[in-house]
């Protein structure tokens, strides 16, 4: 495990995803109530940012062609994507968010 820190728990809001580039992987932090996700960022229909997508719930919903992802899980819930995103462990403590690479 390679656990990296990426933010301050203040910099990662509940109704926007935390873009992130860490080791050449473009990543997406979550906050859901008082639990952090970190996702793979790009959808894997076509190329789009999800951290610029649309956060419902426990979904974000891609900004391109609305394929749509359940964030604690990275399962794929609606087309046109048809594979689920790479998910990372994540902890916090004290005010620091780390991500395991």
Same mark, same amino acid.
């Given at each position: 495990?390679?656990?990296?820190?990426?933010?301050?728990?203040?910099?990662?809001h509940?109704?926007? +995803?935390?873009p992130?580039?860490?080791? &050449?992987?473009?990543?997406?932090? !979550?906050?859901? &109530?008082?639990?952090? !996700?970190?996702?793979?960022?790009?959808?894997?229909? +076509?190329?789009?940012?999800?951290?610029g997508?649309?956060?419902? &719930?426990?979904?974000i919903?891609?900004?391109l062609?609305?394929?749509?992802?359940?964030?604690?899980? &990275?399962?794929?819930l +609606?087309?046109?994507?048809?594979?689920?995103?790479?998910?990372? +462990?994540?902890?916090?403590?004290?005010?620091?968010? !780390?991500?395991?690479?």
């Open positions: 495990m390679a656990w990296k820190r990426v933010a301050s728990i203040a910099e990662v509940p109704d926007s +995803a935390l992130l580039t860490i080791e &050449g992987k473009e990543l997406a932090l !979550y906050r859901l &109530g008082d639990n952090f !996700y970190a996702l793979e960022d790009v959808c894997p229909h +076509a190329y789009a940012l999800l951290s997508g649309f956060i419902e &719930g426990d979904q919903e891609c900004p062609h609305a394929a749509r992802f359940h964030i604690p899980s &990275g399962k794929c +609606a087309p046109p994507a048809d594979q689920d995103l790479a998910t990372y +462990a994540v902890k916090a403590e004290g005010n620091d968010i !780390y991500v395991d690479l």
